[in-house]
T-cell receptor, first 113, second 114 residues
Framework: NAGVTQTPKFQVLKTGQSMTLQCAQD?????MYWYRQDPGMGLRLIYY???????DKGEVPNGYNVSRLNKREFSLRLESAAPSQTSVYFC????????????FGSGTRLTVV | SQKIEQNSEALNIQEGKTATLTCNYT??????LQWYRQDPGRGPVFLLL???NEKEKRKERLKVTFDTTLKQSLFHITASQPADSATYLC?????????????WGLGTSLGVNP
């Protein structure tokens, strides 16, 4: 029972490079989320997908795009990486927000130089 | 302004004692509140959820209380163990029609000394 799987675990990018962070869940959850976590800032929502086929902006969407490829997969793309995007990125999923907690992946530590 | 606050200073206690962590919020109408554990280099792990109309929720050595008058939740770990050492996050889900928001605290670091 894998839960939420994120790849890669670590990545170093040069300013201006692009990359896609992958996330997949095997729990048949409807909703999926992308967060970033920075010291002193806590978890901040980048984008979310309430159900397959829909995506919405969160608190800090600038510089990012997402794709809900199917019910299992939700990817996050950085088109032109900036040093301000250096962070730890977490993918999360949930079935029912009123009864469950979020299941998080183990994170991607991204450094943009 | 709207915010959710947790003890910013680390809490260090002796093994076997009860750890009590606080989560205070202002200017929100809560639907429910969640508590998570986060270990270094790992994602948060869900522990407990308590609804606005519930006063207390228990799970094994964990107990959560929710006082909407005081705008506060307390998280207790009884008979603490060194393995309980971690950062604990609270997250509040607010009532806002169909567009509920999830607001995260910054977390409190707990150290349990053997």
């Amino acid at each position: 029972n894998a839960g939420v799987t994120q790849t890669p675990k670590f990545q170093v990018l040069k300013t201006g490079q692009s990359m896609t962070l992958q996330c997949a869940q095997d729990m048949n959850h409807n909703s999926m989320y992308w967060y970033r976590q920075d010291p002193g800032m806590g978890l901040r929502l980048i984008y979310y997908s309430a159900s397959e086929g829909t995506t919405d902006k969160g608190e800090v969407p600038n510089g990012y795009n997402v794709s809900r490829l199917n019910k299992r997969e939700f990817s996050l793309r950085l088109e032109s990486a900036a040093p301000s995007q250096t962070s730890v990125y977490f993918c999360a999923s949930i079935m029912d927000r009123g009864n469950d907690g979020y299941t998080f992946g183990s994170g991607t530590r991204l450094t943009v130089v | 302004s709207q915010k959710i606050e947790q003890n910013s200073e680390a809490l260090n206690i002796q093994e076997g004692k009860t750890a009590t962590l606080t989560c205070n919020y202002t200017n929100y109408s809560p639907a429910y509140l969640q508590w998570y554990r986060q270990d270094p280099g790992r994602g948060p792990v869900f522990l407990l959820l308590i609804r606005e109309n519930e006063k207390e929720k228990r799970k094994e050595r964990l107990k959560v209380t929710f006082d909407t008058t005081l705008k506060q939740s307390l998280f207790h770990i009884t008979a603490s163990q060194p393995a309980d050492s971690a950062t604990y996050l609270c997250a509040l889900v607010t009532r806002a029609g169909n567009n509920r928001k999830l607001i995260w605290g910054l977390g409190t670091s707990l150290g349990v000394n053997p």
